[in-house]
């Protein structure tokens, strides 16, 4: 499997959007990986984690191929991982359907290619996200995408992929999140935003695998620990545990995403201090073989 890191930071963006503080400054004047857009990712090039406005921006940047992309995995309804208004480009007039391109374009259609079904996974929140998008409601037969509902735990077989949802402990403000545990041939990805811990009975499912490659949030970086999200002590914390539980396929293979400005250094300096902890720091358009 690959995982391709379409964007890795936290909501406000990094450099925050509306931010000017030091670390904010810096990222901008460092440029490069020190600019990070919200956190999505694409796994292979048939399963898009999350869909926000950034991910969106990325796909002419990232060789995102929508007639390739086939499921998409929603971890919640936080509008950072998820946006449903961009289903409405998928939409093809019917009476366009089989009509030679060429002629299309001198008609009206979002799109001159019919895609495939894109079926879409997520928590009653994220299926409500989309019934409440006055732009995509009801159009799922003209967007060609089908949303499934699915349940902490229930095990899934997605075409050739297993995924297990797990629920996270993050803010309840559009209700909870979904990690996911996503199996391919014999490659195991966690793949963990947004996350500040797991319940007891979520956590055993966690321990339960061993993974290849577990991709988790880092938002609060240097901060203090608190409830919701992680910090680089919660990061240690989690890694320490998959250690001792021995989790790990072939070594440990932790990567840091979903980054906050305020907390957490700019790339440039943050990596080397994630490094020192055994893990690695992610960043716009990273490919990681897993
Ligand atoms: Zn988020
Ligand atoms: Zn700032
Ligand atoms: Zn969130």
């Not at 199996?183 to 797991?198: E, I, N, P, S, V």
Request: with cysteine; aromatic share 10%.
């Amino acid at each position: 499997m690959k995982l391709k890191l379409l964007g890795t930071s936290a909501g406000e963006g990094y450099p925050g959007f509306w931010c000017e503080c030091e670390n904010c400054t810096l990222a901008r004047k460092l440029g490069g990986k020190n600019i990070r857009g919200n956190s999505s990712a694409l796994l292979d090039s048939d399963v898009l984690l999350d869909l926000n406005a950034h991910s969106i921006d990325m796909f002419p940047h990232m060789d995102v191929h929508p007639l390739a992309l086939k499921t998409l995995l929603v971890t919640h309804a936080h509008r950072d991982h998820f946006v449903p208004y961009f289903l409405q480009w998928r939409s093809m007039a019917p009476k366009y359907r089989g009509v030679p391109e060429k002629q299309l374009h001198k008609e009206i259609s979002a799109c001159f290619r019919e895609l495939p079904w894109l079926d879409i996974y997520g928590n009653r929140f994220a299926e409500e996200a989309v019934m409440n998008d006055a732009e995509v409601a009801g159009k799922e037969e003209l967007c060609k995408f089908r949303f499934h509902r699915v349940e902490a735990g229930q095990k899934l077989q997605i075409r050739d992929l297993e995924v297990i949802p797990i629920r996270s402990i993050h803010t309840e403000i559009f209700g909870f999140a979904f990690n996911y545990i996503i199996r391919r041939g014999d490659k195991t990805l966690f793949y963990a935003l947004d996350a500040g811990g797991w319940e007891p009975e979520m956590m055993e499912i966690i321990l339960s695998y061993s993974y290849n490659c577990v991709v988790m949030e880092g938002t609060f970086g240097l901060g203090a620990k608190i409830e919701g999200h992680m910090c680089l002590e919660k990061n240690k914390d989690f890694l320490e545990t998959l250690n001792r539980h021995g989790c790990w396929k072939d070594g440990p293979n932790l990567w840091l995403t979903h980054i906050a400005p305020h907390w957490a250094p700019p790339h440039d300096l943050y990596e080397k201090i994630v490094a020192e902890e055994g893990m690695h720091l992610g960043f716009d358009g990273k490919t990681i073989d897993i």
